[in-house]
């Protein structure tokens, strides 16, 4: 059993960053594949980065964050995390991490495997 904890969500303005954090523990944390998700009111769950196992040699973002958004792990540390930039008011949504423990390179929710509580991300105008 994997369990995933976010942490590092809050208020910031429009234009500002913020470094999202999820902590990982009961597995083999490098052997996973890793993603981003977030959820705004009313919306779909929709995908944010991808990051794949080991050393993370593969990443991939949706449009909406490209060249914003940064996605990292640290496999010592068994976190995974989501730098931030220039945000916007429509990046405002709960954010989850989650784990692919069978590694299918996927962006479609229904194929990961575990996933945290969430962390609220809220960008003001």
């Known amino acids: 059993q994997v369990q995933l904890v976010e942490s590092g969500g809050g208020l910031v303005q429009a234009g500002g960053s913020l470094r999202l954090s999820c902590a990982a523990s009961?597995?083999?944390?490098?052997?996973?594949?890793m993603g981003w998700f977030r959820q705004a009111p009313g919306k779909e769950r929709e995908f944010v980065a991808f990051?794949?196992?080991?050393?993370?040699?593969?990443?991939y973002y949706s449009d909406s964050v490209k060249g914003r958004f940064t996605i990292s792990r640290d496999n010592a540390k068994n976190t995974v995390s989501l730098q931030m930039s220039s945000l916007k008011p429509e990046d405002t949504a709960v954010y989850y991490c989650?784990?692919?423990?069978?590694?299918?390179?996927?962006?479609?929710?229904?194929?990961?495997?575990?996933w945290g509580q969430g962390t609220q991300v809220t960008v003001s105008s």
């Open positions: 009961g597995g083999t944390f490098s052997l996973y594949n």
């Open positions: 990051i794949s196992w080991a050393g993370g040699a593969i990443t």
């Open positions: 989650a784990a692919d423990i069978k590694r299918r390179g996927t962006a479609r929710s229904n194929e990961y495997d575990y």
